[in-house]
Nanobody, 128 residues
Framework: QVQLVESGGGLVQAGDSLRLSCAAS???????????MGWFRQAPGKEREFVAA?????????YYTDSVKGRFTISRDNAKNTVYLQMNSLKPEDTAVYYC?????????????????WGQGTLVTVSS
């Protein structure tokens, strides 16, 4: 079983920054580098939506939803079994519970149903 634990959420003002972390652990999670990792978010009354993804490759490729491009950066530290989401220039519309997700795969996806493992989420609230 794989466990994902998010941290770093909180209450900030518009224009501020936050860095979310997602630490992976578990008996079968011996090769974190082979997992595609994603960040998703869910605002009250809305469906869970894709935010960013980073494949298992080491090419440096990353993917973002249009609304966060240029403001958010996803990265991973395979030695620490951790994926990060650096969020800059936060807006009130970024307010949501943020989840990280993982799947052991050569590819990646924006579809939340594609991912195998999920964290419990961390709340980000951006005040205007």
């Amino acid at each position: 079983q794989v466990q994902l634990v998010e941290s770093g959420g909180g209450l900030v003002q518009a224009g501020d920054s936050l860095r979310l972390s997602c630490a992976a652990s578990g008996r079968t999670f011996s090769t974190f580098s082979t997992y595609a990792m994603g960040w998703f978010r869910q605002a009250p009354g809305k469906e869970r939506e894709f935010v960013a993804a980073i494949p298992r490759w080491s090419s440096g490729s990353t993917y973002y939803t249009d609304s966060v491009k240029g403001r958010f950066t996803i990265s991973r530290d395979n030695a620490k079994n951790t994926v990060y989401l650096q969020m800059n220039s936060l807006k009130p519309e970024d307010t949501a519970v943020y989840y990280c997700a993982a799947r052991q795969s050569m590819t990646w996806s924006m579809d939340p149903s594609w991912y195998q493992y999920w964290g419990q989420g961390t709340l980000v609230t951006v005040s205007s």
